[in-house]
């Protein structure tokens, strides 16, 4: 017997979002707990900073980049199947790692397979509520946020918890099973009854004696659904944008993989370098809904990107504060402000990326914007793990490389910004002024120009006469 689809703004949407915050917990909240184990895993494997940074980076960096191959899973099968695939991979590629003996095994199983599968649950938990969700959709996923904080909150606690029992073996192996727990949330994800028309799928063509420009087409046509390289060519807000952001994230992520080696290596004990992650994530419980709802005012509309570079400016920042003094008291201190910044650049990015594209250009944005940005996650953490090698592990210069990325593509975001309102301002102006001089010239007006000068216009009156 074929399911009834649920109703949209029903009741099951909100144990939907339920599911959807559990899941962002579970993935999102992750990757923040792996410096907890970059000792270990150093000791273990015999291994550099820069060899070692390899694995969270790799982790990172499939969760971002695997979005336009979840959106291929969630148009074929739909978010319940690609939810609970991602759940399966995840818990296997943990699984995996327990067993590894190398680093190179390490990067293929909790690297690339669990990134895959975070990335299955998270995009999709995420796609759903969009289905779910029509006039509380800003509320909706400012509430499925606080999954995030609460994820970075619980996960460092229990790593922890689970490395001085189990070590890192055994903590993988418990890791294997918490997520399985994605696939109970994608069982959650009901098809959901939507009055939008269904698209119109066209049949495969008919065959060619030339197959190789069809499929060349057709490769085409794949890429600019999902990977929007043309926007990227015509809209310079995109450009700068995307731009800045890959930039940014060069020094965004190095504090959650070096804050806890740092504090532990300046004598800070191992509960309490654990709990700085910790007091990070419970900050945004409250800050990111906070920051989410103030971002998606009308009011704001306007000023989302300014108020994005003031967050990663705020952010690069910090960062100089924590390199200054690495006491347990003003690490606690850094944290908060750390929190209030993190927030706000989590909250705005993707708000930001819809007011500079069309909205029906927003997914294949969105997907070129997701591999991009994995490129630098990709390549930060070992290019700070390599800064440590070679200044004999001095932690300042991490924070202080973290600050540099954030604060100059803060300060690039915000000016060429600036600069592309300002022309957009007089691209108006001009075609407002042309559009007077050519409707007062057909009157014989007076105008005056944008300098101030006033112009006579004369109508100019042709007699034609017969000869």
């Given at each position: 017997?074929?399911?009834?689809?649920?109703?949209?703004?029903?009741?099951?949407?909100?144990?939907?979002?339920?599911?959807?915050?559990?899941?962002?917990?579970?993935?999102?909240?992750?990757?923040?707990?792996?410096?907890?184990?970059?000792?270990?895993?150093?000791?273990?494997?015999?291994?550099?900073?820069?060899?070692?940074?390899?694995?969270?980076?790799?982790?990172?960096?499939?969760?971002?980049?695997?979005?336009?191959?979840?959106?291929?899973?969630?148009?074929?099968?739909?978010?319940?199947?690609?939810?609970?695939?991602?759940?399966?991979l995840?818990?296997?590629?943990?699984?995996?790692?327990?067993?590894?003996?190398?680093?190179?095994?390490?990067?293929?199983?909790?690297?690339f397979?669990?990134?895959?599968?975070?990335?299955?649950?998270?995009?999709?938990?995420?796609?759903?509520?969009?289905?779910?969700?029509?006039r509380?959709?800003?509320?909706a996923?400012?509430?499925?946020?606080?999954?995030?904080?609460?994820?970075?909150?619980?996960?460092?606690?229990?790593?922890?918890?689970?490395?001085?029992?189990?070590?890192?073996?055994?903590?993988?192996?418990?890791?294997?099973?918490?997520?399985?727990?994605?696939?109970?949330?994608?069982?959650?994800?009901?098809?959901?009854?939507?009055?939008?028309?269904?698209?119109?799928?066209?049949?495969?063509?008919?065959?060619?004696?030339?197959?190789?420009?069809?499929?060349?087409?057709?490769?085409?046509?794949?890429?600019?659904?999902?990977?929007?390289f043309?926007?990227?060519?015509?809209?310079?807000?995109?450009?700068?944008?995307?731009?800045g952001?890959?930039?940014?994230?060069?020094?965004?992520?190095l504090?959650?993989?070096?804050?806890?080696?740092?504090?532990?290596?300046?004598?800070?004990?191992?509960?309490?370098?654990?709990?700085?992650?910790?007091?990070?994530?419970?900050?945004?419980?409250?800050?990111?809904?906070?920051?989410?709802?103030?971002?998606?005012?009308?009011?704001?509309?306007?000023?989302?990107?300014?108020?994005?570079?003031?967050?990663?400016?705020?952010?690069?920042?910090?960062?100089?504060?924590?390199?200054?003094?690495?006491?347990?008291?003003?690490?606690?201190?850094?944290?908060?402000?750390?929190?209030?910044?993190?927030?706000?650049?989590?909250?705005?990015?993707?708000?930001?990326?819809?007011?500079?594209?069309?909205?029906?250009?927003?997914?294949?944005?969105?997907?070129?914007?997701?591999?991009?940005?994995?490129i630098?996650?990709?390549?930060?953490?070992?290019?700070?793990?390599?800064?440590?090698?070679?200044?004999?592990?001095?932690?300042?210069?991490?924070?202080?490389?973290?600050?540099?990325?954030?604060?100059?593509?803060?300060?690039?975001?915000?000016?060429?910004?600036?600069?592309?309102?300002?022309?957009?301002?007089?691209?108006?102006?001009?075609?407002?002024?042309?559009?007077?001089?050519?409707a007062?010239?057909?009157?014989?007006?007076?105008?005056?120009?944008?300098?101030?000068?006033?112009?006579?216009?004369?109508?100019?009156?042709?007699?034609?006469t017969?000869?």
């Open positions: 017997m074929p399911q009834v689809p649920e109703r949209a703004e029903g009741c099951w949407a909100w144990v939907v979002l339920l599911a959807s915050l559990v899941t962002q917990g579970l993935t999102l909240g992750f990757p923040t707990c792996t410096g907890i184990f970059f000792t270990e895993l150093q000791h273990e494997f015999q291994a550099s900073n820069s060899e070692t940074s390899w694995f969270p980076s790799i982790l990172t960096a499939m969760l971002h980049a695997g979005g336009p191959l979840c959106s291929i899973l969630v148009g074929r099968f739909g978010c319940r199947v690609t939810v609970m695939l991602g759940g399966a995840a818990s296997l590629g943990m699984v995996a790692s327990s067993f590894c003996r190398t680093l190179s095994q390490l990067y293929l199983t909790a690297g397979i669990t990134g895959l599968g975070m990335c299955f649950s998270f995009q999709s938990s995420i796609t759903v509520l969009g289905f779910y969700f029509s509380h959709r800003a509320l996923n400012a509430l499925a946020s606080v999954g995030v904080s609460l994820g970075i909150t619980l996960w460092p606690l229990l790593s922890r918890y689970l490395l001085e029992d189990l070590g890192w073996r055994g903590t993988f192996l418990v890791f294997g099973g918490v997520f399985l727990h994605c696939c109970v949330c994608g069982a959650i994800l009901r098809p959901v009854a939507t009055s939008m028309a269904p698209e119109t799928i066209e049949g495969p063509p008919p065959p060619s004696k030339t197959p190789a420009p069809g499929c060349l087409a057709a490769c085409g046509r794949a890429i600019q659904r999902h990977l929007a043309d926007i990227l060519r015509h809209n310079a807000g995109y450009r700068v944008f995307t731009l952001v890959m930039w940014m994230i060069l020094g965004f992520p504090p959650h993989v070096f804050l806890v080696p740092y504090a532990m290596r300046n004598g800070v004990d191992e509960h309490k370098a654990a709990l700085l992650i910790s007091i990070i994530g419970f900050s945004n419980i409250f800050l990111r809904p906070m920051a989410g709802l103030v971002a998606g005012r009308r009011d704001f509309a306007g000023h989302r990107k300014y108020l994005f570079s003031l967050a990663a400016l705020l952010n690069g920042l910090t960062n100089l504060v924590c390199a200054v003094s690495a006491d347990f008291r003003v690490l606690v201190g850094y944290c908060l402000v750390y929190s209030v910044s993190m927030s706000g650049i989590g909250a705005l990015l993707f708000q930001v990326l819809m007011d500079i594209v069309p909205m029906d250009r927003f997914s294949s944005a969105l997907g070129l914007f997701t591999i991009l940005e994995s630098s996650i990709l390549i930060s953490p070992p290019l700070a793990g390599l800064l440590l090698d070679t200044t004999n592990n001095n932690f300042s210069y991490v924070f202080y490389m973290s600050s540099f990325f954030l604060i100059s593509a803060a300060l690039f975001m915000g000016g060429s910004f600036c600069a592309l309102q300002k022309k957009e301002r007089q691209s108006k102006q001009a075609e407002a002024e042309g559009a007077i001089t050519e007062a010239s057909e009157q014989g007006l007076t105008v005056e120009d944008s300098r101030g000068s006033r112009k006579q216009l004369y109508t100019e009156i042709m007699y034609v017969s000869v």
